[in-house]
């Protein structure tokens, strides 16, 4: 099993020695993300919390249309730092959170649970089921996860890591019966490199 220490030591380099555009998941603009913040009908009053939020811009579109519930996890402090630096003064409406979400203990509940290619690298069942646990305790009943992984015929690596690739049915297999799926769809993400890497995104409602 990968640990803490030696996840936060990849991806701490990764992020401290890449420019955000040198990565295969860059994106200038995270359209699909957006679109389906839209279709659970996020609004500046949701908290949102964007898991394994890496140097993603989904946060500085989020404060431009004026949210000022938004916390960023990810288990890299350089990648928290580059945050940090990007958005400036705009910086301290944010909450920041360094952790591996399988260790993160919430203490207060989101709205909406936004992850892109953060979960399909937990390769172990026992992860897996932790991430589960870690997301029900921190959505609030109504709320709405959007989980974002390769697709069944999409990369089996990524960053030099093994990823397990999924579905809308492994993933609410995993979530249980206290989640309903709202909307599944398929993406093609294009590389700074423009190469395509096949991803699929799952939009599940918590029920209560």
């Known amino acids: 099993m990968t640990s803490d220490r030696q996840r936060k030591t990849h991806w701490d380099g990764i992020y401290g020695t890449k420019a955000e555009d040198a ?19 996020a609004s500046p009053a949701s908290a949102v919390i964007d898991i394994g939020g890496g140097v993603s811009h989904l946060v500085d579109v989020l404060l431009g249309r004026g949210f000022d519930e938004v916390t960023v996890l990810d ?26 979400v399988t260790a993160w203990r919430p203490d207060r509940g989101y709205d909406i649970w936004h992850d892109r290619a953060a979960f399909h690298f937990l390769t172990e069942a026992s992860d897996q089921e932790t991430y589960a646990t870690v997301l029900d305790s921190a959505l609030k009943p109504g709320g709405h996860a ?3 992984t390769f697709a069944p015929d999409g990369p089996e690596k990524c960053s030099g ?5 999924h579905d809308a049915g492994s993933i609410g297999t995993l ?14 993400h294009r590389t700074p490199w423009d190469s395509v890497q096949l991803f699929q995104f799952s939009t599940f409602r918590k029920r209560g």
């Open 23 to 41: 990565v295969s998941w860059y994106q200038q603009s995270p359209e699909q993300s957006l679109t389906l913040l839209e279709l659970v009908g």
């Open 75 to 100: 288990i890299s402090q350089a990648a928290l730092d580059a945050d940090r630096a990007r958005l400036g003064p705009d910086a301290s409406r944010v909450t920041w959170i360094r952790s591996d």
């Open 146 to 148: 959007i989980i974002g």
């Open 161 to 165: 890591l093994p990823i397990v690739r």
């Open 175 to 188: 979530l249980g019966d206290g989640y309903e799926l709202v909307d599944t769809r398929r993406h093609e």
